[in-house]
């Protein structure tokens, strides 16, 4: 479980430091700045695929993606009482990301590469990357630390060096020689490889999900949800049966999901509706029927991960589907650390009346995403490595 979370200098997020909990909700007005938050959630996940570069670049290297406005926002601009200005720059670019769990913490810091004969302009160079035991780093604390192309570990009160020529557009999760000299980084690679992210199935007319498909085993549905029936009869194999059951009752009474396959192995869905003489296959189901299946799929994963990411996943849904929605979500929950991101009320309100649910709303001030009302005491302890 992660407890707080760190971005710095991400778009719209100047720094913010989050406290976690079992399941987050996070909620606020349009152009708050929540798809920021889930953009940059997952830019640090892909630290651990080897794809955090290549995803800089994408969305047109760190000058297009780094914080915007003045370095610092004085009390004085907040009043109102000066413009909004820029000045001289007192610290050089950095873009940061980290996150604090019950276990290891991790961080790491992006910059703008130094001048030379490369094309790759849009590269932005790994600056700083630390791994550290306890709720927040102190050096005391560290584990592994990367600086620049150095690489060194802890070994006893002594440190270690154990890559001096790392490239800078390589994570130290790209570069795991010997798993044994380094198990903290093996620990935590596998631990960022196994969050979740669903956002926006499809479910146009040409939707893979409403299609046969070739089926195998899938504990895990993909994020495009392209092996939804497969994931379905995994659930009735070797998942909980009786809670797909359950789910699919509490959001169409009286309904039922089964799974018809072929001989040539491909799999297709059948949704036996009260009042209905004949099944509806895929292809017959309206957007928001199938999105909410994808959802069900998605969330009795007879796998769970230690971190689930839903970003907006009331998208389509009529709004009495919502409560069924919710309660799915709380059901994940017990199994999963959650993330939601959502304006959707009434599957927030559903969601607030359980103990565990945990609500971040934002806002902006002067185009910067902040938490209210946040202050000394609520913000969990945090220190960049650099």
Same mark, same amino acid.
């Given at each position: 479980m992660l407890y707080a979370l760190a971005i710095k200098n991400y778009r719209s997020i100047l720094e913010l430091i989050i406290p976690l909990q079992q399941l987050n909700v996070i909620t606020g007005e349009?152009?708050?700045?929540?798809?920021?938050?889930?953009?940059?959630?997952r830019l640090l996940a892909e630290t651990a695929q080897g794809g955090v570069i290549n995803s800089l670049a994408n969305e047109g290297g760190l000058n297009s993606t780094f914080w915007a406005g003045p370095e610092n926002i004085s009390r004085r601009m907040k009043r109102g009482e000066v413009a909004v200005e820029g000045g001289p720059r007192q610290q050089v670019k950095r873009?940061?990301?980290?996150?604090?769990?019950?276990?290891?913490?991790?961080?790491?810091?992006?910059?703008l590469p130094k001048p030379s004969n490369s094309v790759f302009t849009l590269d932005p160079e790994i600056k700083r990357e630390s791994i550290w035991v306890g709720d927040f780093y102190r050096p005391a604390s560290a584990l592994v630390d990367r600086n620049a192309a150095v690489v060194k570990i802890r070994d006893g009160r002594q440190w270690q060096v154990v890559e001096q020529y790392l490239p800078t557009f390589s994570s130290l999760f790209d570069q795991i020689a010997e798993p044994s000299k380094m198990p903290e980084v093996v620990l935590m690679r596998e631990k960022i490889r196994g969050w979740r992210f669903y956002d926006h199935f499809r479910t146009d007319k040409d939707a893979p999900a409403r299609q046969p498909?070739?089926?195998?085993?899938?504990?895990?549905?993909h994020h495009d949800g392209h092996d939804l029936a497969a994931a379905i009869q995994t659930i009735v194999e070797i998942g909980d049966h009786q809670a797909l059951a359950e789910a699919i009752s509490d959001a169409f009474p009286g309904a039922n999901l089964t799974i018809q396959y072929e001989d040539d192995g491909r799999f297709s869905i059948r949704f036996y509706?009260?009042?209905? &003489?004949? @099944?509806?296959?895929?292809?017959? %189901?309206?957007?928001?029927? +199938? /999105?909410?299946?994808?959802?069900?799929?998605?969330?009795?994963?007879?796998?769970?991960?230690?971190?689930?990411?839903?970003?907006?996943?009331?998208?389509? &849904?009529? @709004?009495?589907?919502?409560?069924? %929605?919710?309660?799915?979500? +709380? /059901?994940?929950?017990?199994?999963?650390?959650?993330?939601?991101?959502?304006?959707a009320n009434r599957l927030i309100q559903t969601l607030q009346q359980s103990e565990i649910c945990h609500t971040i709303v934002l806002t902006k001030e002067l185009g910067q995403t902040i938490i209210p009302q946040q202050d000394i005491l609520s913000k969990p302890a945090w220190h960049w490595p650099d």
């Open positions: 349009n152009g708050t700045g929540k798809s920021n938050l889930y953009k940059a959630l873009l940061k990301m980290g996150f604090a769990g019950e276990d290891f913490g991790y961080s790491i810091s992006l910059g498909q070739l089926g195998t085993r899938t504990p895990v549905l509706q009260n009042g209905l &003489l004949r @099944p509806l296959s895929g292809a017959e %189901l309206s957007d928001g029927t +199938l /999105r909410y299946i994808l959802w069900v799929a998605a969330l009795l994963t007879p796998r769970p991960p230690s971190l689930m990411v839903l970003n907006e996943p009331e998208t389509s &849904l009529h @709004p009495d589907l919502l409560p069924a %929605l919710a309660r799915l979500i +709380l /059901r994940a929950a017990r199994n999963s650390q959650v993330w939601v991101i959502s304006h």
